[in-house]
């Protein structure tokens, strides 16, 4: 069974530059999930996909052919 993705309210902390522009298309109403869940943690709807992202890569299993 999947472990949840958590997300918590955010909290005051300190922005690290690591980061870099890059361009998605996604389908609007992931786009409106992704808003009300921003506008309720406090967190930027940015920063909940790239969380949303890291947490798919922790728990990828790639099968290969």
């Given amino acids: 069974m999947p472990q949840k993705f958590i997300v918590r309210h955010k909290d005051a902390d300190s922005k690290e530059d690591k980061h870099t522009i890059m361009s998605l298309r996604i ?29 798919a890569l922790d728990n990828l299993e790639f099968i290969p052919e």
């Fill in 27 to 55: 389908e609007r109403a992931l786009q409106e999930e992704y808003d009300k869940l921003a506008q309720k943690s406090g967190r930027s709807r940015n920063e909940l996909m790239c969380m949303a992202l890291k947490y």
